[in-house]
């Protein structure tokens, strides 16, 4: 007789046996608890969801009626276009080449606005910058005139970079110069603003002077002596030449028709 373990002696005990039915049982019974302990801790998913859909639907309201309101709203159509930096460029002709009056601000291309200022006759820059919620602010870099760009049908301004543009006024102590060739041009080579600059400083008596293509510069001098300087190269030895010439003929007291110091090194004069 086989020796019985101590569970079988206490299932005999109890009245049950240890069979493949009584396993199948204590399975399925063990099965429900556990599914009923994680039933109970489950969230309920389906509340979830339906209050992030409530949140979502609320959030496109939201948008919908904020989209609305920019769109529509008189309070972002642009009612003013506040413009600095500007001194001769008068404020109406830079509002105007804005075309942003009444535009409502959130349709306004700031770059295309940009672009459209700087074409504006005497304008070299400009920044933009919004104010809410319907302000624009406009700083103006004006081009710097330097000299005077004188033909038979017109007057220009000639600015650092010498772009001719047109003349808003008069220049009082600016260096006058006459295009004897009556060409309609719209800027000047960097040689010729160089020179032009240098007699500028050189000669601060110099208020006018002649320039042609093919003779280059000529202009007289505070002796009114008539100076013949030729094309926009060699500038500072012809500056040298000429007081040199001049200190001489001061001393010798002649007085001359004219000084040609277009080959510098071949400098000479003729007398009255």
Known sequence: MTKKTRQELLLERRGIEKTPARRRYVRRKFSRRLQSRLLVARPKISSIYAGAHALSLWLLIACAWALYLFSTSDMF?????????????????I???????????????????????????????VSTTYEFPNVLHLNVVERLPLFVWQTAKRSAWVDETGLLFPARGALSSALTINDLDNQ???????????ALRALASALPNLKRLDYTDAKGLSFADEHNWRVLFGQPDQTNAKLGMLRTLSTYLLA???????????????AFYKPK
């Open 77 to 93: 159509y642009v009612g003013a276009v506040l413009v600095t930096g500007n001194v001769r460029v008068p404020n109406e002709e």
């Open 252 to 266: 010798q007291k002649v007085d001359v028709e004219y000084i040609d110091v277009r080959l510098p090194e071949r």
């Open 184 to 194: 309609v041009r719209t800027s000047l080579d960097a040689p010729l603003v160089t």
């Open 95 to 125: 509002v105007e080449a804005t075309t942003a009056t009444n535009l409502n601000i959130f349709y306004v291309d700031f770059n295309q606005l940009a672009s459209q200022v700087r074409a504006v006759s005497g304008v070299r820059d």
